[in-house]
């Protein structure tokens, strides 16, 4: 980039070519420049690219300068401006300044912005009776709408989304094309001369009579379940008070417990169903419009299904026109959760929703406008102050992640089983796909290749390397594996997550990086799960990990935590526990338990594991007498929601030096908790110390390697730290002394695991 000058005579002429590159297509930023430039005597033109915006500016050197400072310090509230670099061209007496049709470059950076909440502005004129827009459920502008989820290919411009079916009437063409106008290339303009249509039809497909929107509400006002199209898929609706309706909804989804989201009307609603602090209601109005984990009022109108067993509640609020709508006719909250049989990928066709969902939805509120691209609703919540990822879907994706060096050749990283995304980096930005969930059928497998495909596409990049996990049955491995042409780079899960974490805040390592998860493939063809790694890119050391559990019956203790909590008292109590005085056993079949306590004893079927999130499920079905578990995490999220915050004591543990790696013995506080509680101590005092003890043990653990190899950063992934509790005690235990970073643009778990595989890979190749 060139140094602005200054001492030039004031009175000469110079050209310049302004290269904008960022989220500045679909948000109003060519208008933006155009007035800035009216504004400043500039003269010459903007044009959108495949990779961003490219100005011609032609005027006085200091009305240039004031101009390229203005581009780098405003702008339009949804641009966000990556870099603005500048050279010389000659002087050109142009006439006035222009905004010119887009054209295509050989190379392409997303310049399209995610999905954006509907604006302030198109509300009030869906809200006006006397605006032409009264009541559309597809009004945007420039500043909100659909981008990312309606974009064939890259310009962001008309003809490459699936608006281009729609003609605009003359209303539309005027304000499309007056500069002075927000709907100045704004692509999706529409209003309800011109635009799609809503149309409400039976599971069969067969035509409801009356106004759509209408119709739906009736629905949801008897308890009726209503699939509804919105921007990056359908949700199944019902009304989140009704008991019934939920149970329905779970019985015909295949939900049995896993808490739904709940859409309210507005910000004011959602504090009367939760507790707010003031960062998570700036989140949930916030453009993207995440779900926000938020703690439960107890008094709230919402029916205990919403989130059986959980003091938390996921809330949400409209982000779409039709959402405002609809929370404003029916006038009570909503359940809107993803629209398709759990597990299974998203439906976004009006065809394929018929098909997949008619077993769910008494009703479905459809409308033409195609969805090219499923987004999910992201997950967000807000930790120590700061908004952790927990999914990084819709009003997110596809905003590039800046890396702190540039990846030799294009990098398509694979991401995980379970939660899975993908990652496409080139040069130094990093393209996260949209959640596609886990990898376990062939629906949602094949979303995933279809996801990868587009992107590719829209990026107009072909992967050089390509990375993947170490374990060798996980569908995303044998994905890459499949891929020919490419060099296929395994990366071990751990590192990937403590990469992951490096790439966001910008570090290169080494790092000291605490990896807590529940299971992931180790280098030594063992369960890990409980790292502390000394990283860089490059490569990593395992300096500690936790004492290893028995899974008897690999998955299946998982599913069935009991199998762990009894693993966890066996090695405890040295093959004598009292198992017959903890309640969460005497519900199991005695045969049951011998069979598991047999196999514990002889390691058959019974693969030792390291997971820190194993204990965290061991602990808490001894704690809450759970003995299955009907999704995955749901323990360790119960056992961390009861933990009284009051409680400041621990339980001992022992850190084995003499071992390499290291390890972390958690014996002695299985004893002691297991007393506790068959002395009556309660369950959620007991929580807290053990959320304690794993804080301080993990701060001892950082302290003994800075004490053997020097003082790094500290950095914090793995989905244990979803954990607030967790994750916040042990920032709090480091600091001052140390620096300590958390994931937040990118999920702890291995939903954000894909950014790390493509630095991890990018290292391995710059090496070979």
């Not at 169903?273 to 919402?302: F, K, M, N, W, Y």
């Not at 969805?371 to 609703?377: E, L, M, N, P």
């Not at 140390?738 to 950014?755: C, E, K, M, N, R």
Request: net charge neutral.
């Amino acid at each position: 980039m060139l140094p602005l000058t200054s001492g030039r005579r004031a009175r000469s002429r110079e050209g310049r070519r302004i290269e904008v590159s960022g989220t500045v297509q679909g948000v109003g930023f060519r208008p933006w420049v155009y007035r800035t430039a009216v504004e400043g005597a500039i003269t010459g033109r903007v044009c959108n690219h495949s990779s961003g915006v490219t100005i011609e500016a032609f005027g006085e050197p200091e009305a240039i300068d004031r101009f390229v400072e203005r581009l780098t310090t405003a702008g339009p509230p949804a641009a966000a401006i990556r870099s603005v670099s500048f050279e010389p061209i000659p002087y050109e007496p142009a006439v006035g300044f222009q905004i010119v049709s887009s054209r295509k470059r050989d190379e392409v950076r997303v310049a399209i912005p995610p999905d954006l909440a509907t604006c302030p502005e198109c509300l009030q004129e869906v809200c006006d009776p006397a605006d032409r827009r009264y009541g559309y459920p597809f009004t945007n502008c420039t500043s909100c709408g659909p981008r990312f989820t309606i974009a064939t290919a890259a310009p962001y411009d008309r003809p490459n989304t699936t608006m281009d079916r729609f003609p605009m009437c003359p209303a539309c063409a005027a304000e499309y094309e007056s500069v002075q106008d927000r709907r100045f290339h704004a692509q999706p303009n529409a209003c309800p001369v011109c635009g799609p249509q809503l149309r409400a039809v039976t599971p069969s497909g067969t035509p409801v009579t009356g106004d759509p929107l209408r119709v739906a509400v009736r629905a949801l006002e008897a308890g009726c379940i209503v699939a509804i199209k919105g921007l990056g898929g359908f949700h199944l609706a019902c009304d989140a008070t009704s008991a019934a309706a939920i149970d329905r909804l779970r019985q015909r989804k295949r939900r049995d417990e896993k808490p739904f989201a709940v859409m309210a009307r507005d910000l004011e609603h959602a504090q009367a169903l939760a507790v707010l602090t003031v960062d998570e209601g700036r989140l949930l109005a916030s453009s993207a419009r995440p779900i926000v984990l938020v703690p439960r009022r107890e008094q709230s109108c919402l029916a205990p299904a919403v989130a059986p067993g959980n003091p938390w509640v996921g809330l949400f609020l409209p982000y779409a026109p039709l959402h405002h709508l609809l929370l404003g006719l029916v006038r009570r909250p909503l359940v809107m959760t993803s629209g398709n049989l759990s597990e299974e990928p998203i439906a976004i066709g009006n065809e394929e929703a018929l098909e997949r969902l008619r077993a769910i939805a008494d009703l479905f509120l459809l409308h033409d406008r195609e969805i090219v691209t499923r987004c999910d609703d992201s997950v967000v919540r807000v930790t120590n102050g700061r908004p952790v990822m927990l999914r990084r879907s819709r009003g997110y994706v596809p905003a590039p992640v800046g890396l702190p060096r540039s990846v030799s050749k294009p990098v398509l990283a694979c991401g995980a089983l379970l939660k899975n995304t993908f990652c496409i980096a080139r040069d130094r930005d990093a393209v996260l796909g949209p959640h596609i969930g886990d990898l376990e059928n062939l629906e949602t497998f094949t979303a995933y290749q279809e996801s990868i495909d587009r992107m590719e596409r829209f990026l107009d990049v072909r992967p050089a390397v390509i990375a993947h996990d170490l374990h060798p049955e996980y569908l995303s491995t044998q994905y890459a594996r499949r891929r020919r042409g490419v060099i296929a780079v395994p990366v071990q899960h751990h590192h990937a997550h403590v990469a992951a974490v490096m790439a966001e805040h910008g570090l290169v390592g080494p790092v000291i990086g605490v990896a807590y998860d529940g299971t992931g493939l180790g280098t030594d063809g063992t369960a890990w799960g409980g790292e502390i790694l000394v990283a860089d890119f490059a490569g990593f050391t395992r300096v500690a990990t936790f004492r290893p559990l028995a899974l008897a019956g690999g998955d299946t203790a998982i599913r069935q935590p009991w199998r762990l909590a009894l693993a966890l008292v066996e090695d405890a109590f040295d093959g004598d526990a009292p198992v017959e005085a903890l309640p969460l056993f005497t519900e199991i079949d005695k045969a049951d338990l011998h069979v598991v306590r047999t196999m514990i004893r002889l390691g058959l079927n019974a693969p030792r594991a390291h997971g820190a999130g194993r204990y965290f499920d061991a602990f808490g079905a001894l704690g809450l007498g759970r003995s299955r578990a009907s999704y995955e995490g749901q323990v360790a999220l119960e056992w961390n929601a009861i933990a009284d915050p009051q409680e400041r004591s621990r339980y001992r543990y022992e850190i084995v030096r003499g071992s390499s790696p290291w390890e972390l013995d958690l014996r002695p506080a299985a004893r002691e908790a297991l007393f506790e509680l068959i002395g009556g101590e309660a369950p959620a005092r007991v929580s807290a110390r053990f959320h304690n003890t794993v804080i301080g043990a993990t701060a001892d653990l950082v302290r003994g390697v800075v004490r053997a190899r020097g003082r790094m950063p500290v950095v914090l992934g793995g989905g244990c730290f979803q954990n607030d509790m967790l994750a916040a005690g042990v920032v709090r235990e480091l600091t001052p002394e140390h620096t300590v970073y958390l994931p937040s643009q990118v999920p702890p778990g291995d939903g954000g695991i894909a950014l790390g595989q493509a630095l991890v890979a990018d290292a391995v190749v710059r090496a070979q």
